[in-house]
């Protein structure tokens, strides 16, 4: 019987992300829009879609080796798993997400204190008690089923609510007045599994690769032709990994210059480039970028 390794991805707003980001690594990943478990690429592994919110529960049980989940999910439930790695990116963007403290605009409420007494709507039930325990402030936390920003202020007198951007809880005339919570999406594994040499290294290597694929989000690769009498200006302008790769042309008075830059800054350093003497600049994207 061929070695298998059982591995969760988060079903539901980090699903088309997350399969997108194995896509990068080198797993294609297919199934129906209502199936659960997935057809991989790759005959080692079984992929389950689990809601994030449960991830942790089914690897500490060991149930699924290895877990894509959140943060913030790992310590509601409180699981004894173990993070392999940290893998930042949500559904809109490559950063960690808060759960905050809202309330309607208008509403008198205006810190943590001001919420003796009140009643808090939230999913994330265990971490809001611990946090108003922390601040010394006694108030009901009820658990929201959803559509947890429409609860204020008739059905609430606040909410401890999930958010990237804040646009959402804007849209619903809510302020924010105080950050509960941050988090990331983490890799977390069975700890009776990473005992298991092979699973370990199974484990090991697509965290490398996914943990490359993300880098890559926000890396490119940069290559162009640059004359040798002008190559040190040129150079002096690259931040790089590493020392960029400088390799001779037919043409002996040129040389091509190829590196990989955070793709944030290429459009200010292109310009730079361009004046320093570099011609045929070429930015090109990439799948993978594996650090040292």
Same mark, same amino acid.
């Given at each position: 019987?061929?070695?298998?390794?059982?591995? !969760?991805l988060?079903?539901?707003?980090?699903?088309?992300?997350?399969?997108?980001?194995?896509?990068?690594?080198?797993?294609?990943?297919?199934?129906?829009? %209502?199936?659960?478990?997935? =057809?991989?690429?790759?005959?080692?592994?079984?992929?389950?879609?689990? %809601?994030?919110?449960?991830?942790?529960?089914?690897?500490?049980?060991?149930?699924?080796?290895?877990?894509?989940?959140?943060?913030?999910?790992? *310590?509601?439930?409180?699981?004894?798993?173990?993070? @392999?790695?940290?893998?930042?990116? /949500?559904?809109?963007?490559?950063?960690?997400?808060?759960?905050?403290?809202?309330?309607? /605009?208008?509403? +008198?409420?205006?810190?943590?204190?001001d919420?003796?007494?009140?009643?808090?709507?939230?999913? #994330?039930?265990?971490?809001?008690k611990?946090?108003?325990?922390?601040?010394?402030?006694?108030?009901?936390?009820?658990?929201?089923? !959803?559509?947890?920003?429409?609860?204020?202020?008739?059905?609430?007198?606040?909410?401890?609510?999930?958010?990237?951007?804040? /646009?959402?809880?804007?849209?619903? $005339?809510?302020? @924010? @007045? =105080?950050?509960?919570?941050?988090?990331?999406?983490?890799?977390?594994? $069975?700890?009776?599994?990473?005992?298991?040499?092979? *699973? $370990?290294?199974?484990?090991? $290597?697509?965290?490398?690769?996914l943990?490359?694929?993300?880098?890559?989000?926000?890396?490119?690769?940069?290559?162009?032709?640059?004359?040798?009498?002008?190559? !040190?200006?040129? #150079?002096?302008?690259?931040?790089?990994?590493?020392?960029?790769t400088? /390799?001779?042309?037919?043409?002996?008075?040129?040389?091509?210059?190829?590196?990989?830059?955070?793709? +944030?800054?290429?459009?200010?350093? @292109?310009?730079?480039?361009?004046?320093?003497?570099a011609?045929?600049?070429?930015?090109?994207?990439?799948?993978k970028?594996?650090? =040292?």
């Amino acid at each position: 019987m061929a070695k298998l390794i059982k591995i !969760g991805l988060p079903k539901g707003s980090l699903e088309e992300k997350t399969k997108e980001l194995f896509r990068k690594a080198g797993y294609v990943i297919k199934g129906t829009e %209502r199936s659960y478990f997935p =057809d991989v690429d790759d005959e080692e592994m079984e992929v389950i879609l689990v %809601r994030a919110q449960e991830m942790s529960r089914y690897v500490e049980q060991g149930v699924i080796d290895v877990g894509i989940t959140g943060s913030d999910w790992v *310590k509601e439930n409180g699981s004894d798993v173990a993070t @392999i790695a940290e893998l930042a990116y /949500s559904k809109k963007g490559l950063k960690k997400v808060r759960w905050v403290l809202a309330v309607p /605009s208008d509403s +008198k409420i205006k810190s943590v204190q001001d919420l003796e007494g009140k009643r808090i709507a939230t999913e #994330l039930v265990k971490a809001s008690k611990e946090y108003l325990k922390a601040n010394k402030v006694n108030a009901v936390v009820e658990f929201s089923w !959803g559509a947890t920003e429409a609860k204020p202020p008739e059905l609430a007198d606040a909410i401890i609510e999930i958010t990237e951007t804040g /646009s959402s809880l804007k849209a619903n $005339n809510l302020k @924010i @007045i =105080d950050t509960v919570l941050e988090s990331t999406t983490v890799i977390i594994a $069975n700890k009776s599994s990473l005992k298991d040499p092979w *699973k $370990n290294e199974k484990i090991d $290597n697509v965290t490398l690769l996914l943990k490359g694929a993300l880098m890559a989000e926000i890396m490119v690769g940069l290559k162009m032709n640059v004359p040798r009498n002008k190559l !040190g200006g040129v #150079l002096k302008i690259l931040p790089a990994l590493q020392k960029p790769t400088v /390799s001779p042309l037919s043409d002996e008075t040129w040389v091509d210059v190829d590196t990989i830059i955070e793709e +944030k800054i290429v459009r200010e350093i @292109i310009p730079k480039l361009k004046k320093a003497g570099a011609s045929g600049i070429v930015e090109y994207p990439l799948n993978k970028v594996i650090p =040292d």
